[in-house]
Protein backbone atom coordinates (compact mmCIF):
# COMPACT_ATOMS: atom_id res chain seq x y z
CA UNK A 1 0.00 0.00 0.00
CA UNK A 2 0.95 3.29 -0.61
CA UNK A 3 3.13 5.01 2.67
CA UNK A 4 4.51 8.64 3.14
CA UNK A 5 6.20 8.88 6.09
CA UNK A 6 7.00 12.40 7.28
CA UNK A 7 9.35 12.83 10.21
CA UNK A 8 12.04 15.57 11.90
CA UNK A 9 9.70 17.87 13.43
CA UNK A 10 10.10 19.02 16.60
CA UNK A 11 10.35 21.94 19.15
CA UNK A 12 12.68 24.39 18.67
CA UNK A 13 12.92 28.33 19.44
CA UNK A 14 12.26 30.72 16.69
CA UNK A 15 15.26 31.62 14.34
CA UNK A 16 16.24 27.56 14.35
CA UNK A 17 16.01 25.38 11.59
CA UNK A 18 14.94 21.94 11.22
CA UNK A 19 14.72 19.86 8.09
CA UNK A 20 11.75 17.30 7.57
CA UNK A 21 11.78 14.38 5.66
CA UNK A 22 9.26 12.21 3.87
CA UNK A 23 10.03 9.02 2.87
CA UNK A 24 7.38 7.12 0.62
CA UNK A 25 6.77 3.63 -0.82
CA UNK A 26 4.10 1.89 -3.02
CA UNK A 27 3.77 4.43 -6.08
CA UNK A 28 5.69 5.96 -8.67
CA UNK A 29 7.46 8.21 -6.57
CA UNK A 30 9.26 10.04 -9.86
CA UNK A 31 5.86 10.10 -11.44
CA UNK A 32 5.04 12.62 -9.02
CA UNK A 33 5.22 16.61 -8.21
CA UNK A 34 5.97 16.07 -4.20
CA UNK A 35 5.07 19.29 -1.31
CA UNK A 36 4.38 20.17 1.85
CA UNK A 37 1.49 21.36 3.60
CA UNK A 38 0.26 22.09 6.94
CA UNK A 39 -2.00 22.57 9.09
CA UNK A 40 -2.18 24.92 12.40
CA UNK A 41 -4.87 24.01 14.94
CA UNK A 42 -8.33 26.22 14.35
CA UNK A 43 -7.02 26.90 10.66
CA UNK A 44 -7.64 25.94 7.28
CA UNK A 45 -4.87 23.21 5.37
CA UNK A 46 -2.12 25.77 4.15
CA UNK A 47 -0.02 25.07 1.10
CA UNK A 48 4.02 25.21 2.09
CA UNK A 49 6.17 23.95 -1.25
CA UNK A 50 6.01 21.28 -3.89
CA UNK A 51 8.62 20.43 -6.27
CA UNK A 52 8.23 18.72 -9.63
CA UNK A 53 8.87 15.58 -11.44
CA UNK A 54 12.85 15.51 -11.64
CA UNK A 55 13.60 18.53 -8.98
CA UNK A 56 13.94 21.67 -11.28
CA UNK A 57 10.85 23.54 -10.67
CA UNK A 58 10.51 24.88 -7.13
CA UNK A 59 7.03 26.55 -5.40
CA UNK A 60 6.57 27.98 -2.42
CA UNK A 61 3.81 29.51 -0.48
CA UNK A 62 4.15 33.26 0.16
CA UNK A 63 4.37 32.65 4.08
CA UNK A 64 7.29 30.67 4.02
CA UNK A 65 9.27 32.12 0.45
CA UNK A 66 12.71 32.86 1.35
CA UNK A 67 13.17 31.05 4.09
CA UNK A 68 12.14 26.95 3.48
CA UNK A 69 13.35 25.43 0.64
CA UNK A 70 12.50 21.80 -0.95
CA UNK A 71 14.26 18.98 -2.06
CA UNK A 72 13.85 15.51 -3.39
CA UNK A 73 15.57 12.54 -3.59
CA UNK A 74 13.99 10.00 -6.38
CA UNK A 75 16.53 7.31 -5.25
CA UNK A 76 15.03 7.52 -2.16
CA UNK A 77 11.74 7.83 -2.98
CA UNK A 78 12.13 10.94 -0.60
CA UNK A 79 10.93 14.51 -0.20
CA UNK A 80 13.15 16.91 1.93
CA UNK A 81 11.88 20.35 3.45
CA UNK A 82 14.69 22.71 4.65
CA UNK A 83 12.92 25.21 7.25
CA UNK A 84 15.14 28.42 8.21
CA UNK A 85 14.83 31.06 10.59
CA UNK A 86 11.43 29.49 12.04
CA UNK A 87 8.89 31.62 13.44
CA UNK A 88 6.15 30.55 16.06
CA UNK A 89 3.71 30.92 13.24
CA UNK A 90 5.28 27.92 11.84
CA UNK A 91 3.73 26.34 14.14
CA UNK A 92 1.36 23.23 12.53
CA UNK A 93 1.76 19.84 11.54
CA UNK A 94 3.13 19.43 8.13
CA UNK A 95 2.11 17.05 5.70
CA UNK A 96 4.09 15.28 3.05
CA UNK A 97 1.41 14.99 -0.20
CA UNK A 98 2.34 13.11 -4.03
CA UNK A 99 -0.08 14.18 -6.99
CA UNK A 100 0.66 13.12 -10.28
CA UNK A 101 -1.31 15.54 -12.50
CA UNK A 102 -0.02 17.44 -14.81
CA UNK A 103 -0.28 20.65 -14.12
CA UNK A 104 2.54 22.60 -12.78
CA UNK A 105 1.05 23.66 -9.54
CA UNK A 106 0.68 21.27 -6.86
CA UNK A 107 -2.99 20.49 -6.88
CA UNK A 108 -4.92 21.47 -3.51
CA UNK A 109 -6.33 17.81 -3.85
CA UNK A 110 -3.17 15.24 -4.11
CA UNK A 111 -3.22 11.91 -4.49
CA UNK A 112 -1.58 10.59 -1.23
CA UNK A 113 -1.41 12.33 1.96
CA UNK A 114 1.21 11.26 4.94
CA UNK A 115 0.02 11.35 8.04
CA UNK A 116 2.13 14.77 9.37
CA UNK A 117 4.75 15.72 11.88
CA UNK A 118 4.43 18.06 14.73
CA UNK A 119 6.72 21.36 14.37
CA UNK A 120 6.22 23.55 17.12
CA UNK A 121 8.24 27.19 17.54
CA UNK A 122 8.30 28.37 20.42
CA UNK A 123 9.30 32.55 20.93
Known amino acids: QVQLTESGGGLVQAGSSLRLSCVTSGFAFRSYKMGWFRQAPGKEREYVAS????????YFGDAVKDRFDISRDDAKNAVYLQMNNLIPEDTAVYYC????????????????WGQGTQVTVSP
Open 51 to 58: ISRGGHSW
Open 97 to 112: AADRSLSSRMSTTPDY
